[in-house]
């Protein structure tokens, strides 16, 4: 067994961190379990300047990765600001998941598939997404099942993700929530003007046009443009995936019967729970931290106080993103039915 087929051999420490398309190649580290169980971000944020890495072509590692690996990762996509991390965390304490949280390399891959058709960019018979999916399906034990939390763009292509063998839980909330969440903190306000390009971009795809020109957004109208893109593309997935395969779930309803809803959770995503460890699971410190940075106290009720102050301080951009919503509902029959499926 060469160096390559030993590492990979080691299971899921031999982490697939990103892709280099131009170079055909893929960098691999090494990241312990106590590191993959503590991130956030399995990207950049999850490597030190001692973490091993190689970047190795792709071709070599499909020649080497066992073929009967498993290929039954199952998925949470989300909107963004919508308790992703928080349930990716909860779900990590059930004894037989293996929490991952935003793997670089399939921003990668999203990436990858918006700029040109699927496998254009790669050898025609090389399947880069099923390498993928099968290098992020290893667990650390067995009898574990690998959940995987993407970043939320990562949607687009929740088809080419999710295999036969696999199924998704689809997050969000109404957009009223999303919006004063969004409007509560000052990183997220400037997360969403970074995003509208693309999230136009993303958006006339869908439509089969441009939604509405650039320069015509305030900041409501971007917050609506925000929702609406991410629901659109978690509806894609509900609709493209087999009968069965997806989970809505509200945040906020999440939030009113936490222990009722991770049952439910762990039920869909075939992981088994007792009631007493859902308890346990809900009564730990996860609850009360503000997940993506645990070492910060964050509960329910400070979320919701933080919404109330932004529902009064925002009022105008608030009413300006629903005018909005309500208007693209009125001329695109496929928004109306993503926004009333997810609550719009």
């Known amino acids: 067994m060469d160096e390559l087929a030993r590492r990979l051999a080691c299971g899921p420490s031999i982490f697939p961190h990103s892709l280099d398309v131009a170079k055909r190649q893929l960098l691999l580290v090494e ?16 490597l030190t300047p001692s973490t091993w890495g190689r970047w190795i072509p792709i071709a070599d590692i499909a020649e080497r990765l066992d073929p009967s690996s498993r290929d039954d990762a199952q998925y949470i996509f989300h909107i963004g600001h919508v308790g992703s991390t928080l349930v990716s965390r909860l779900i990590g304490g059930i004894d037989t998941a293996f929490a991952l949280r935003e793997p ?49 763009f990562v949607s687009d292509i929740a088809a080419q993700l999710v295999s036969a063998q696999a199924r998704a839980l689809l997050l969000a909330v109404s957009p009223t929530s999303y919006f004063t969440t969004i409007l509560a903190g ?64 509200d945040f906020d309803e999440f939030l009113a019967r936490p222990v009722e809803t991770l049952l439910a959770i762990a039920s869909h995503l075939e992981l088994a729970l007792s009631s007493e460890r859902a308890d346990a699971i809900i009564a730990g410190p996860d609850m009360q931290r503000y997940s993506k940075a645990p070492e910060y106290r964050y509960s329910a009720g400070l979320r919701k106080q933080l919404q109330e102050q932004a529902r009064r301080d925002h009022a105008g951009a608030i009413r300006n993103g629903l005018a909005w919503l309500d208007e693209a509902k009125r001329r695109h029959p496929e928004v109306a039915h993503a926004a009333a499926t997810f609550g719009g």
Do not use: H, N, Y
């Open 186 to 249: 000052d990183d997220s306000r400037r997360e969403l003007e970074a995003l509208t390009p693309a999230r136009l971009d993303r958006l006339a795809i869908r439509l089969g046009e441009p939604p509405c020109p650039p320069d015509s957004l305030g900041e409501g109208e971007r917050l609506a443009l925000g929702w609406l893109t991410e629901t659109m593309a978690l509806q894609a997935a509900a609709d493209t995936l087999a009968p069965g395969a997806t989970l809505r779930i």
């Open 31 to 46: 990241l312990s379990e106590a590191a993959i169980a503590q991130a956030s971000f399995l990207d950049q944020r999850a």
């Open 104 to 152: 670089l390399i399939l921003r990668d891959l999203a990436a990858i598939a918006r700029a040109a058709p699927p496998g254009a960019r790669f050898d025609p018979d090389l399947d880069v997404v099923g390498l993928v999916r099968r290098l992020l399906a290893r667990s650390i034990r067995p009898d574990q099942r690998t959940i995987i939390k993407a970043t939320s």
